[in-house]
């Protein structure tokens, strides 16, 4: 039996195995992905982000082990991996496995998997990918991807996500780390966590007001709306009135969904069933509007054109020495050479050379 | 004579002729910049970026105005280029012009030219580079490089400069403008123009907040430093205390220059000389520290890194119809190919097409 097919069986250890291969870029890790491939795109993928200090592992906990319950005899199955962009030490990661351990180990229905990273940041978007897809194949219903909001790395993995939840909490350097590298323009659901806290009403204050920087239409947005989310019809409402006034265009959808500002307390389990059935509303909506369809298509074109890139320029690494490019390059710094001159006679240069 | 030839004799026509050629992405114009690519290097790089409304337009004029007058006989010459990345329109950029003209106009030492987004913004960081490299061969001793600070391409073109000043105003979307896509992370400067203005505490309070979190070594951290800015005997006082408390590592270069806060009100003039200083300081730091050499290799490398990517991605274009592309495509979407196979079945067919 290939792993690709102890995966399909449910084997925990085939995935664990598989899962392993991906991060270390073997070949038999691309070829049981691979095989796996035809059946991925089943799952939910739920990205989850935000600065350190906002509770995102705890509150990622509570979003499994509720998910779990409430499944109930359904048997709805939940994986994690959780990734750390900033670290290249797997420390913080296995710190938050042992917490996860307590509340999750021995529930064979929840898959968990640290990722921290290893060489460039976009290798770890792209093995984050992989890992997810395997999962996917291995039947998880719904996959929470979570990372360390700082940057555009985090932004790629969370682009990897159907619904994402930014996380913040009252208190962390005046609100100011809600909008760090534009994680605010992902955000599907917004999340106050620790919303025991003082200064609760001060982060909520600051993220109304940035979604109506971002959200500026008078037919969808209310100030009231946000504390009780939006229900389908809202939508169907508001996007009744887009038509009708004329200005029903391809940002409609988009328009159509303001993010809702959920409060939590993920150490005490407030307010996470909420979440939950927003996150819910949230799928239902994607489905129901065909922006499902069109997220899955559009990410699985990135994705090819990244690989294209990728292929394209590996494969013309193994025909170029390093020393070539080390003179082309002092040139360049010489300005001996003009940038374009010097690409054109490094790719010149392979051509020849095949 | 050529067109590069008329622009290193000084001709603003031919200069204004081979911007137009480096946006539109002309062979003529490439072949020019090959040729005045040896005349580059020269030029003081100066990046100016905020969120709208900080009044960065006026404060690039009043830089350029004062920085005419403070040259006197020295004949130092001064080029802006405006940069909108969020508009493909010209609009925005021809009513700027227009006040521009009026402070600016029939001063021989100075030349201005606006872009608008046409159409990928990779293509504006790359062709803005190209205008500022025909400015540099130009000889123009300074170069202010204005784009609206937005998002990822408002980064990607300030990398190109080598001071860069982040520019504020008070009461803009309770300070939280700031932070949007890690502007503040390639701030060299900070400017917070319009302090006449009610608020200026707040956002000055809120920009040393940040500042703080940035920059937490107590060495060279101390917050009545702020509002006077370093001298150059305090950076080599900190260095030195560093490298006596054994703590001097490859950040020390970075941990040395912390961002001034300036206050500025351009409309009336005010505080510009003083912020002209500091941009003097800030590139006698980078000469004296090596940083500036340092800055340059690794812009010029990133460069031809991408250049080298383009060049593969847009040889391989021209080897593989559409019908190709999208055919592979297609089988990926409905998941019945990977997208590595995807990649590797395109790149190949490429390759046997040679």
Redo the contacts between chains.
Sequence with gaps: MTLAEEVLQGSRLALARLITQVENGTAQG?QA??EL??Y??KAHLVGVTGAPGTGKSSLVNQIALNYRKLAGGQEKRVAIVAVDPTSPFTGGAILGDRVRMRDLSGDPGVFIRSMASRGSLGGLAAATSGVVQAMDAAGFDMILIETVGA??AEVEIARLAHTTLVVEAPGL????Q?????ILEIADLLVINKADRPGVETTER?LL??LQ?AHPSPHVFHDNNFKSGHSLADFQAAEEALIRSGEKSSRTIEALWIPPILRTVATEGTGVIELLVEIERHCQFLVETGELQRR??AR??S??DL???????S??RSQVSESHYET??ES??K??????????I??DHS?GA?
Aim: net charge positive.
């Design positions: 691309r992905l691979d491939f035809p991925t795109g940057g555009q350097g005046d609100d100011i809600a909008i760090k590298a534009g600051a007001s940035m920087l899955q298509r699985l074109k994705e090819l690989l294209l890139r990728e292929t394209l320029v494969r013309w082309a390059l360049l710094v300005r001996e050479i003009s940038p374009w001159r010097a690409a054109e490094l790719v051509s095949v």
